[in-house]
């Protein structure tokens, strides 16, 4: 039977799976270049763009019966929005000369993942604090070692990992604040399933961007048109 605390094991084994994956290896070894970073960049650029829309919208379908989870989806949608800066800065602070990433298609690894926050945005809303509680907890355990790891094997400034830095910090208390939020809400054994589920999905789809980047340092198509 699915509880809580089946869903908090769920989230925390999709965290501590994280770090296996390739990419992060790279930065272990020493073998992350400047080209990874640049492509991992770009590659999360979609997530981070659209995940804030997709707390608004899951905060707009959530019941009022979860009051408390649907303010703070509409809260954490505001707080998120303009992360995706942090990204521009980064770019062009260790000298991306790349397409600008509001001016690519989504790689197909970082499509699935966007795709996932829409559809339980749409379908399973409360979900989608499922989703962030992953992300959150990868942020809070893995965000500031591997953004240290990274500017001390390209030597960057701090200023230059602005994105991964920040996170390191902010992510540590939403996820507490998002496992406190949702250890009140009444679910039941089939919702809390549904949690776990899509936990466990999160960190799988998260996990195959950074991936996606070691396999591969192709340059996005561009699209036809921006603004």
Not at 19 to 27: D, I, K
Not at 63 to 87: G, M, P, V
Not at 140 to 168: D, K, W
Request: glycine share 6%; proline share 4%; hydrophobic share 40%.
């Amino acid at each position: 039977m699915s509880t809580f605390d089946a869903f908090c094991q769920a989230v925390d084994a999709a965290v501590t799976s994280f770090a296996a994956n390739s990419l992060c290896r790279r930065v272990d070894d020493g073998s992350f270049t400047k080209s990874d970073y640049h492509a991992l960049l770009t590659m999360i650029f979609p997530q981070v763009y659209e995940g804030p829309q997709t707390f608004a919208l899951a905060g707009v379908t959530c019941s009022r019966s979860n009051q408390r989870a649907k303010d703070y989806l509409f809260a954490h949608a505001e707080e998120e929005r303009s992360h995706w800066r942090w990204i521009l800065d980064d770019l062009a602070s260790t000298d991306y000369k790349g397409v600008d990433p509001r001016d690519v298609l989504p790689e197909p690894a970082a499509q699935d993942y966007v795709s996932l926050l829409f559809f339980v945005a749409l379908r399973y809303p409360l979900a989608r604090l499922a989703t962030a509680a992953v992300l959150e907890g990868i942020g809070s355990r893995h965000g500031h070692t591997y953004a240290r790891g990274i500017c001390q094997v390209l030597e960057l400034e701090p200023g230059q990992s602005q994105f991964f830095l920040n996170h390191g910090i902010t992510d540590r208390e939403h996820s507490k604040e998002i496992l406190t939020l949702l250890e009140e809400c009444h679910l039941s054994a089939t919702e809390w399933g549904w949690m776990c589920h899509f936990a466990t999905t999160a960190g799988r789809l998260y996990s195959n961007m950074y991936e996606a980047v070691a396999r591969s340092k192709c340059q996005p198509a561009s699209t036809p048109g921006r603004g």
